[in-house]
């Protein structure tokens, strides 16, 4: 007589095979990605080719939109703005061997993205390159673009050469920024840290977008007790890629070298009452919103314990030449009173 797999058996056996099915699945789609965007990439080659060798003027793409829609009606992305992006894409990539191994392995929308917001040939493949690695979604692209991230990334000082092991080191510093984008927060002037601490908790998934892949909170305010007495750090997470606790300390004022010693205090506790033998020396971020580059490296020289700092922007923040430019509130009223009285806004309507 045939027996019965238990439920437990049956349903290891099914996540196997789902597993499995999910996996082909998503080979299957990366090979036709694949095959899409070389495809597109042979088109603009030869539409470049043509051009650039018989003298061909733009109005050829128009007449190609046509016919080609014409001879594959099935098929989408024929139109003369998708024919005008191939010809920019072969001709921002002329190896064929670039597009087979690192831009054909992210969805086309993807790379006439990259292709409309970014000239650099190197600064392209990077966020080609982190495409693939995070699995960013075009809106994700798209806002790490417009925030800037390849200027933004390795720009904090640390300290990470000379107290972490190769390629950990690396690695850290990688990962941090400079200045970190805080524009989706709404604070006032005169916000304090514990404000700035709360406004970034309440918006935790954004913040850990910005902080970028990898990093899992663990707590704010998060208790430590040393010699019976409890101090409190900002912020506490573990990088799954560095397999290390990262403590993070806000300021909402410009770096002062005793910052530095309290956060060495700090990750000096978490390595001695967290960390255990499978985890990597617990590193420590100073936020502040702005910082001497001098000062700093000062302030880093002595410490024995991974520090690193970085600034951030908040959305009100202005440049330089701006801050203090602009009228105030109260300016700004008191100037629409005057020109109500004087009769300048007579010909708008009482009410909108």
């Known amino acids: ?104 392995r992210i969805p086309w929308g993807h790379n006439v993205r990259i292709l409309e917001a970014v000239k650099d040939q190197q600064e392209r493949l990077w ?23 390849y200027r933004r990334t390795g720009g904090a000082i640390t300290n990470f050469e000379q107290v972490l092991p190769q390629p950990q080191s690396d690695l850290a510093h990688q990962l941090l920024k400079d200045p970190y984008n805080f524009s989706f927060l709404s604070l006032s002037r005169d916000v304090q840290e514990r404000d700035l601490e709360r406004a970034l908790v309440d918006h935790i998934r954004d913040f850990l977008l910005e902080l970028g892949v990898g990093f899992s909170f663990l707590g704010c305010q998060y208790p430590i007790e040393v010699s019976n007495k409890e101090y409190r750090l900002d912020l506490l997470f573990y990088h799954v890629r560095l397999h290390c606790y990262v403590v993070i300390d ?67 923040t202005l440049p330089e030449p701006l801050q203090g430019s602009l009228p105030s509130v109260e300016q700004w009223e008191a100037e629409l009173k005057t020109l109500s009285v004087e009769g300048i806004d007579s010909g708008l309507p009482e009410a909108l």
């Open 250 to 316: 806000l300021k909402m004022g410009e770096f002062e070298p005793e910052f530095s010693g309290k956060m060495a205090f700090y990750v000096m506790a978490v390595d001695n009452l967290l960390k255990t033998a499978v985890d990597n020396p617990t590193i420590g971020i100073i936020l502040c919103k702005t910082k001497d580059k001098t000062t700093v490296e000062y302030a880093l020289q002595p410490m024995q314990t991974p520090i690193g700092v970085a600034t951030y922007r908040l959305q009100n």
């Open 127 to 149: 966020y080609v390159q982190q495409t693939i690695e995070q699995g960013w979604s075009r809106n994700v692209l798209v806002h790490q673009m417009e925030s800037g991230l």
């Open 1 to 104: 007589m045939a027996s019965h797999p238990s439920s437990s058996d049956y349903e290891t056996f099914l996540r196997e095979l789902k597993e499995q099915i999910r996996l082909s699945q998503m080979r299957a789609a990366s090979a036709v990605n694949r095959e899409l965007v070389v495809l597109y990439w042979q088109i603009g080659k030869a539409i470049l080719a043509r051009q650039q060798e018989q003298g061909w003027g733009a109005k050829v793409i128009d007449r190609l939109a046509k016919d080609l829609k014409r001879a594959f009606p099935e098929m989408a992305g024929f139109s003369r703005s998708n024919l005008t992006s191939m010809r920019a894409f072969a001709e921002a990539y002329p190896d064929e061997q670039v597009v087979q191994q690192w831009v054909g």
